[in-house]
């Protein structure tokens, strides 16, 4: 496919050369079109480089061409990543002062465009008139992301990821049946729990994991981006991580415990069409945990720390269904040890949980837990390999839900 990547000066462009790279390597030829602003942060070389294309601001460059108007012609998409208030406020009122928004007025492919600035600027009623009257025009103007901004401020306004642009954009270009696909769990409830639960030895001190919460948030983030209505149940999951979630809509539930964890994914799941159980549930608790801090003696042994077995959450909703074809899905992170492989572990977790899919990956230093990929086998109840995904957790995150979506059309 050729992509024309429109690039307008705000500090957000640097995400514009991680969204050129990642188009290059799923095999798109992508010229770039910086406006003269965009450049001031990233550099022409910088996009040459990485294009292999050159790279101009001015209609008056390469006029033997007349580029202004060859560039907008051949494209099979545009995309212009960010846009600025300014550049929204041009290209709505049809401008045509730099190559860029002269290639705007030219192109006739699918055009999606993915906004970045402040909170009051995307607020303000010019911004949101210029968006409206884009939209109007056939032109797929994304929402920006929610999260921390240019020094402290923090709201909507943020450039949405790299890996979710090319996703929007690609989808958008492929045409009606791909964006329905991208749609596909409008009109259905899902619940989602997230991070690791931890269980209290004392009022200072517990028990808990390393999960950092970024799978599950991943999972309800491409759940409500494909129409679903979304409960996400969070076990320590850190704010930079639910605030985008919850401007985009997502009912965010904060929990501790694993008892907490229960309840509340229980309460979700009795309206809910599918539960994907995504959080590292701990599965001890203490026996007993003081009302004082336990303090250290010197000459004495610690006390001992008797363990109860908590409650297995994900086989009770399996085998406790509270909605005919209601889909449960669960996550196994294993280690392989002297008894088995990190999948047969997996496979004999699938029969014994009874889920309808289960989510096995490995998990160690540097893989699994706290990181920005993941890499999972699905398998259904029988402990056989549905599918398989590697990438980032996003990415992991639709795969799972295109198993889902397709559990749910079966029933």
């Known amino acids: 496919m050729r992509i024309l990547l429109g690039v307008s000066g705000g500090i957000a462009a640097y995400k514009a050369v991680l969204l050129l790279r990642l188009l290059r390597e799923q ?66 009122a049809g401008r045509a002062d730099d190559l860029l928004t002269s290639s705007l007025l030219v192109a006739r492919c699918p055009v999606v465009m993915a906004p970045a600035m402040h909170t009051e600027m995307w607020e303000h009623p010019a911004t949101r008139a210029n968006v409206a009257t884009l939209r109007a025009r056939g032109v797929h103007v994304v929402e920006p992301a929610s999260g921390r901004l240019t020094g402290t401020d923090t709201g909507p306004g943020r450039l949405p990821e790299p890996e979710e642009i090319a996703r929007v954009a690609l989808a958008v270009a492929a045409g009606p049946a791909e964006q329905v696909r991208v749609r596909d769990l409008a009109g259905r409830r899902v619940v989602v729990s997230a991070g690791g639960t931890r269980e209290p030895i004392d009022p200072v001190r517990f028990i808990g994991n390393r999960s950092s919460g970024r799978q599950g948030a991943a999972l309800a983030a491409a759940a409500r981006a494909r129409g679903a209505e979304v409960t996400l149940v969070a076990a320590h999951v850190d704010a930079p991580l639910t605030d985008p979630l919850v401007a985009d809509g997502v009912d965010v539930v904060a929990v501790s415990t694993t008892s907490e964890l229960r309840d509340a994914v229980r309460r979700a799941a ?40 908590n409650p297995d959450v994900l086989a009770e909703l399996a085998a406790d269904r509270v909605r005919a074809g209601q889909v449960v899905v669960g996550f196994a992170a294993e280690t392989g040890d002297e008894t088995g492989s990190v999948l047969e572990h997996g496979r004999a977790k699938a029969r014994r949980k009874g889920a309808d899919l289960l989510a096995v990956n490995a998990v160690g230093p540097d893989r699994g837990f706290g990181t920005e990929v993941n890499e999972v086998t699905l398998l259904d109840e029988r402990g056989d390999t549905v599918a398989k995904s590697a990438g980032s957790k996003r990415e992991v995150a639709d795969a799972i839900w295109d198993a889902v979506a397709t559990r749910m059309t079966a029933s």
């Open 27 to 92: 095999g798109h030829a992508v010229r770039v079109v910086p406006t003269t602003a965009a450049l001031r942060f990233v550099g022409a070389p910088t996009f040459e480089a990485l294009s292999g294309e050159p790279v101009s601001t001015e209609v008056f460059d390469d006029v033997e061409n007349v580029q202004h108007v060859a560039l907008g012609q051949g494209a099979d998409l545009v995309i212009v990543a960010p846009a600025t208030a300014d550049l929204l406020a041009r290209a709505a």
């Open 270 to 309: 009795a309206s809910a069409d599918a539960v994907v159980m995504a959080a590292a549930v701990a599965d001890f608790r203490p026996l007993a945990a003081p009302e004082a801090k336990i303090k250290k003696v010197t000459g004495q042994s610690p006390p001992a720390i008797e363990l109860a077995e």
